[in-house]
C-alpha cells in the first residue's frame, strides 16, 4: 500500500523557516513527478510546488516563487519543501503529492494519484 507521509509543520512567526519533508513508502517514485499542495481554511486546495523526476525541471506557485525550494533526498523516495521568509497567508495544511506514471511531465497542472495527510504550517504575525 502507497503511503506519504508529511512532517515538519509548526507554529512559527512571520519571516521564519520551516522545511517540510515526505517520505513515501510501498513503492519507489525515483522516476516519478512529486509536488507539493496546500489548503488554507475556507480556500481550494493550491499549487505550491512540483520538481520531475530527475529534478531538472521545477515550478513554483506565483505566491511562494523566490521563497520556496523543492528538493529530492537521496534514494528518491523524499521529496522536502524549504520555505523561507513565511508569511501569514502562507498558513495551510500542506499535502505532499506523487504520479503513479513513471517519466511523467511535471507542471503545475500535473494529475498527481497519490496524496499524503498533510501536515499543519501555521504563520504567526
Known amino acids: 500500500q502507497v503511503q506519504l507521509a508529511e512532517s515538519g509543520g509548526a507554529l512559527v512567526q512571520a519571516g521564519g523557516s520551516l522545511r517540510l519533508s515526505c517520505v513515501a513508502s510501498?513503492?519507489?517514485?525515483?522516476?516519478?513527478?512529486m509536488g507539493w499542495y496546500r489548503q488554507a481554511p475556507g480556500k481550494d486546495r493550491e499549487f505550491v510546488a512540483v520538481?520531475?523526476?530527475?529534478?531538472?525541471?521545477?515550478y513554483y506557485g506565483d505566491s511562494v516563487e523566490g521563497r520556496f525550494t523543492i528538493s529530492r533526498g537521496d534514494g528518491n523516495n523524499t521529496l522536502y519543501l524549504q520555505m523561507n521568509n513565511l508569511q501569514p497567508e502562507d498558513t495551510a495544511v500542506y499535502y505532499c503529492?506523487?504520479?503513479?506514471?513513471?517519466?511523467?511531465?511535471?507542471?503545475?497542472?500535473?494529475?498527481?494519484?497519490?496524496w499524503g495527510q498533510g501536515t499543519q504550517v501555521t504563520v504567526s504575525t
Open positions: 503529492a506523487a504520479d503513479q506514471h513513471p517519466y511523467g511531465v511535471a507542471t503545475p497542472r500535473t494529475k498527481f494519484n497519490f
Open positions: 520538481m520531475s523526476w530527475d529534478g531538472r525541471r521545477k
Open positions: 510501498g513503492r519507489t517514485f525515483s522516476r516519478h513527478a
